[in-house]
């Protein structure tokens, strides 16, 4: 069972992209989940955490710019994504916030380019 983000593409900077990510229940159900990217050359970094009951955390780099959300009925974790820089150009993973190797997909390309 993997995680499976979608929602990626290319996208000019100061645009904006929604990704989702949608979970079997028992990966989703109660567990903190995560947004995580990874760029080219570099380690994969997580960039935003959501509680079940919605407390959402941020890294500095996207703190103001992008919104994480779940719907815990739908078992989906989203992320918007506001006023794109080209050093958001990375694989975008979602996963627990403590990351089970087992749950990696293949992530969603974002590159955002003029």
């Known amino acids: 069972v993997q995680l499976q983000a979608s929602g990626g593409g290319l996208v000019q900077p100061g645009g904006s992209l929604s990704l989702s990510c949608a979970a079997s229940?028992?990966?989703?159900?109660?567990?903190?989940m995560g947004w995580y990217r990874q760029a080219p050359g570099k380690q994969r970094e997580i960039i935003a955490g959501?509680?079940?009951?919605?407390?959402?955390s941020y890294a500095d780099s996207v703190k103001g710019r992008f919104t994480v959300s779940r719907d815990n009925a739908k078992n989906t974790v989203y992320l918007q994504m506001n006023s794109l820089k080209p050093e958001d150009t990375a694989v975008y993973y979602c996963n627990r916030v403590t990351p089970d190797n087992r749950y990696w997909g293949q992530g969603t390309q974002v590159t955002v380019s003029s």
């Open positions: 229940g028992s990966i989703f159900r109660m567990n903190p």
């Open positions: 959501i509680t079940s009951t919605n407390l959402a």
